[in-house]
Protein backbone atom coordinates (compact mmCIF):
# COMPACT_ATOMS: atom_id res chain seq x y z
CA UNK A 1 0.00 0.00 0.00
CA UNK A 2 1.52 3.41 -0.95
CA UNK A 3 3.07 5.61 2.18
CA UNK A 4 0.72 8.45 0.47
CA UNK A 5 -2.46 6.77 0.92
CA UNK A 6 -1.80 6.00 4.30
CA UNK A 7 -0.35 9.09 5.53
CA UNK A 8 -3.59 10.94 3.82
CA UNK A 9 -5.82 8.04 5.52
CA UNK A 10 -4.16 9.49 9.09
CA UNK A 11 -4.50 13.01 8.37
CA UNK A 12 -8.33 12.19 7.82
CA UNK A 13 -8.87 10.10 10.66
CA UNK A 14 -7.54 12.72 12.39
CA UNK A 15 -9.59 15.47 11.45
CA UNK A 16 -12.48 13.70 11.83
CA UNK A 17 -11.78 12.20 15.26
CA UNK A 18 -11.10 15.73 16.33
CA UNK A 19 -14.72 16.81 14.82
CA UNK A 20 -16.29 14.13 16.25
CA UNK A 21 -15.30 15.04 19.78
CA UNK A 22 -15.80 18.43 19.43
CA UNK A 23 -18.93 18.05 18.21
CA UNK A 24 -18.85 19.90 14.95
CA UNK A 25 -20.08 16.40 13.30
CA UNK A 26 -22.96 15.23 15.77
CA UNK A 27 -23.21 12.01 17.21
CA UNK A 28 -25.77 9.56 15.10
CA UNK A 29 -24.77 11.45 11.50
CA UNK A 30 -23.97 9.69 8.67
CA UNK A 31 -20.61 9.93 7.41
CA UNK A 32 -20.65 9.78 3.34
CA UNK A 33 -17.51 8.73 1.96
CA UNK A 34 -18.02 10.63 -1.37
CA UNK A 35 -18.56 13.75 0.63
CA UNK A 36 -15.55 13.43 3.23
CA UNK A 37 -13.49 12.85 -0.31
CA UNK A 38 -14.39 16.01 -1.63
CA UNK A 39 -13.52 17.87 1.33
CA UNK A 40 -9.94 16.50 1.53
CA UNK A 41 -9.43 16.42 -2.27
CA UNK A 42 -8.72 12.25 -1.39
CA UNK A 43 -10.26 9.29 -3.02
CA UNK A 44 -12.01 7.07 -1.44
CA UNK A 45 -9.32 4.50 -0.42
CA UNK A 46 -7.95 6.41 2.70
CA UNK A 47 -11.40 7.72 3.16
CA UNK A 48 -12.22 4.23 4.00
CA UNK A 49 -9.22 3.14 6.10
CA UNK A 50 -9.91 6.62 7.81
CA UNK A 51 -13.03 5.46 8.64
CA UNK A 52 -11.81 2.18 9.30
CA UNK A 53 -9.61 3.37 11.91
CA UNK A 54 -12.30 5.41 13.61
CA UNK A 55 -14.60 2.27 13.75
CA UNK A 56 -11.85 0.43 15.46
CA UNK A 57 -11.59 3.27 18.43
CA UNK A 58 -15.34 2.74 18.32
CA UNK A 59 -16.24 6.74 17.47
CA UNK A 60 -17.97 5.32 14.19
CA UNK A 61 -20.32 2.68 13.34
CA UNK A 62 -20.66 0.54 10.35
CA UNK A 63 -24.73 0.11 9.19
CA UNK A 64 -25.61 -2.70 6.56
CA UNK A 65 -26.93 -0.80 3.64
CA UNK A 66 -26.73 2.56 5.51
CA UNK A 67 -22.58 3.04 5.79
CA UNK A 68 -21.01 4.27 8.21
CA UNK A 69 -22.27 6.84 10.93
CA UNK A 70 -21.07 8.83 14.11
CA UNK A 71 -21.45 6.65 16.98
CA UNK A 72 -24.27 8.15 18.99
CA UNK A 73 -23.90 9.37 23.05
CA UNK A 74 -26.22 8.04 25.11
CA UNK A 75 -27.28 7.79 28.90
CA UNK A 76 -26.17 4.19 29.00
CA UNK A 77 -22.71 4.61 27.50
CA UNK A 78 -22.34 7.78 29.93
CA UNK A 79 -22.67 4.88 32.99
CA UNK A 80 -20.53 2.93 31.47
CA UNK A 81 -17.37 4.91 30.60
CA UNK A 82 -18.10 6.68 34.22
CA UNK A 83 -18.31 3.09 35.56
CA UNK A 84 -14.93 1.98 33.74
CA UNK A 85 -12.65 4.89 34.93
CA UNK A 86 -14.09 4.50 38.87
CA UNK A 87 -12.01 1.11 38.39
CA UNK A 88 -9.47 1.51 36.39
CA UNK A 89 -8.49 4.92 37.70
CA UNK A 90 -8.39 4.49 41.16
CA UNK A 91 -6.67 1.13 40.95
CA UNK A 92 -4.17 3.73 38.88
CA UNK A 93 -3.51 6.10 41.98
CA UNK A 94 -3.42 3.34 44.29
CA UNK A 95 -1.23 1.65 42.60
CA UNK A 96 0.81 4.64 41.24
CA UNK A 97 1.06 5.57 45.36
CA UNK A 98 1.94 2.70 47.04
CA UNK A 99 3.87 0.72 44.66
CA UNK A 100 5.82 3.31 42.53
CA UNK A 101 6.64 5.65 45.16
CA UNK A 102 6.76 9.75 44.59
CA UNK A 103 3.93 10.43 41.77
CA UNK A 104 4.91 13.69 39.56
CA UNK A 105 3.62 16.32 41.59
CA UNK A 106 4.68 19.20 39.48
CA UNK A 107 2.93 17.55 36.04
CA UNK A 108 0.17 17.35 38.54
CA UNK A 109 0.55 21.32 39.91
CA UNK A 110 1.05 22.54 36.04
CA UNK A 111 -1.70 20.99 34.47
CA UNK A 112 -4.25 22.46 37.24
CA UNK A 113 -2.82 25.57 36.73
CA UNK A 114 -3.40 25.22 32.80
CA UNK A 115 -6.80 23.86 33.58
CA UNK A 116 -7.26 27.53 35.47
CA UNK A 117 -5.77 29.79 32.97
CA UNK A 118 -7.54 28.35 30.15
CA UNK A 119 -10.72 29.91 29.06
CA UNK A 120 -10.24 27.31 25.75
CA UNK A 121 -12.52 24.06 26.32
CA UNK A 122 -10.06 22.14 23.74
CA UNK A 123 -6.73 23.36 26.15
CA UNK A 124 -9.20 22.49 29.07
CA UNK A 125 -9.94 19.33 28.11
CA UNK A 126 -6.23 18.83 27.62
CA UNK A 127 -4.89 19.68 30.87
CA UNK A 128 -7.82 18.05 32.66
CA UNK A 129 -6.18 14.70 30.66
CA UNK A 130 -2.87 16.23 32.11
CA UNK A 131 -3.80 16.12 35.22
CA UNK A 132 -5.08 12.75 36.14
CA UNK A 133 -2.25 11.23 33.37
CA UNK A 134 0.19 12.52 35.82
CA UNK A 135 -0.93 11.35 38.58
CA UNK A 136 -1.09 7.55 38.27
CA UNK A 137 2.64 7.28 37.10
CA UNK A 138 1.81 6.91 33.68
CA UNK A 139 4.98 5.73 32.56
CA UNK A 140 5.49 2.56 34.94
CA UNK A 141 1.60 0.98 34.16
CA UNK A 142 1.75 1.33 30.13
CA UNK A 143 -1.12 -1.49 29.93
CA UNK A 144 -3.33 -0.14 32.34
CA UNK A 145 -2.68 3.49 30.64
CA UNK A 146 -3.24 2.37 26.90
CA UNK A 147 -6.41 1.36 28.54
CA UNK A 148 -7.37 4.58 30.12
CA UNK A 149 -6.28 6.46 26.90
CA UNK A 150 -8.92 4.50 25.15
CA UNK A 151 -11.66 5.30 27.42
CA UNK A 152 -11.08 9.18 28.04
CA UNK A 153 -11.17 9.57 24.07
CA UNK A 154 -14.79 8.56 24.37
CA UNK A 155 -15.13 10.41 27.57
CA UNK A 156 -13.49 13.52 26.51
CA UNK A 157 -17.37 13.25 24.23
CA UNK A 158 -19.58 13.81 27.15
CA UNK A 159 -17.18 15.83 29.65
CA UNK A 160 -17.41 18.62 26.80
CA UNK A 161 -20.95 18.34 26.99
CA UNK A 162 -21.21 19.05 30.15
CA UNK A 163 -18.45 21.58 30.44
CA UNK A 164 -20.39 23.56 27.57
CA UNK A 165 -23.73 22.90 29.45
CA UNK A 166 -23.13 23.97 32.82
CA UNK A 167 -20.49 26.23 34.74
CA UNK A 168 -18.49 22.69 36.11
CA UNK A 169 -15.11 24.58 35.57
CA UNK A 170 -14.59 25.66 38.85
CA UNK A 171 -16.09 22.88 40.98
CA UNK A 172 -13.99 20.16 38.76
CA UNK A 173 -10.07 22.06 39.05
CA UNK A 174 -10.51 22.79 42.60
CA UNK A 175 -11.62 18.96 43.21
CA UNK A 176 -8.13 18.38 41.19
CA UNK A 177 -6.91 20.57 44.02
CA UNK A 178 -7.82 18.41 46.73
CA UNK A 179 -6.79 15.23 45.09
CA UNK A 180 -3.50 16.49 44.54
CA UNK A 181 -3.31 17.85 48.05
CA UNK A 182 -4.03 13.83 49.68
CA UNK A 183 -1.56 13.06 46.97
CA UNK A 184 1.11 15.10 48.19
CA UNK A 185 0.20 13.88 51.71
CA UNK A 186 0.82 10.62 50.89
CA UNK A 187 -2.67 9.68 52.02
CA UNK A 188 -3.67 7.31 49.40
CA UNK A 189 -7.04 5.99 50.80
CA UNK A 190 -7.70 9.70 51.23
CA UNK A 191 -6.53 10.41 47.63
CA UNK A 192 -8.48 7.66 46.05
CA UNK A 193 -11.92 8.12 47.81
CA UNK A 194 -11.79 12.36 46.37
CA UNK A 195 -10.88 10.59 43.05
CA UNK A 196 -13.98 8.35 42.86
CA UNK A 197 -16.39 10.84 44.18
CA UNK A 198 -14.69 13.62 41.24
CA UNK A 199 -15.45 10.69 38.75
CA UNK A 200 -18.86 9.81 39.98
CA UNK A 201 -19.71 13.28 40.34
CA UNK A 202 -18.43 14.56 36.69
CA UNK A 203 -20.99 11.07 35.20
CA UNK A 204 -23.78 11.92 36.93
CA UNK A 205 -23.76 15.30 35.48
CA UNK A 206 -23.12 13.85 32.29
CA UNK A 207 -26.26 11.37 32.34
CA UNK A 208 -28.20 14.63 34.11
CA UNK A 209 -27.40 16.30 30.58
CA UNK A 210 -28.38 13.74 28.50
CA UNK A 211 -31.26 12.73 29.94
CA UNK A 212 -32.52 16.39 29.60
CA UNK A 213 -31.47 16.73 25.97
CA UNK A 214 -32.74 13.20 24.53
CA UNK A 215 -36.06 12.11 23.49
Not at 138 to 161: D, F
Request: glycine content about 6%; aromatic content about 4%.
Amino acid sequence: MPVASLGMSDAIAQQLRNDILRGGISGGERLRQDHIAARFGASHVPVREALQKLGAEGLVLFQPRRGAMVTPLTQEDAQEITDMRLELECLALRKAMTVFGAVDCGSAELAITKGNDSNDLDLLMSANWAFHRSIYAAEKQPRLMKSLEALWLHNERYQRLVFETIPYKLKSQQEHTEILSAVRADLSEKAVDLLARHIKEGGSKMTQILQDRLP
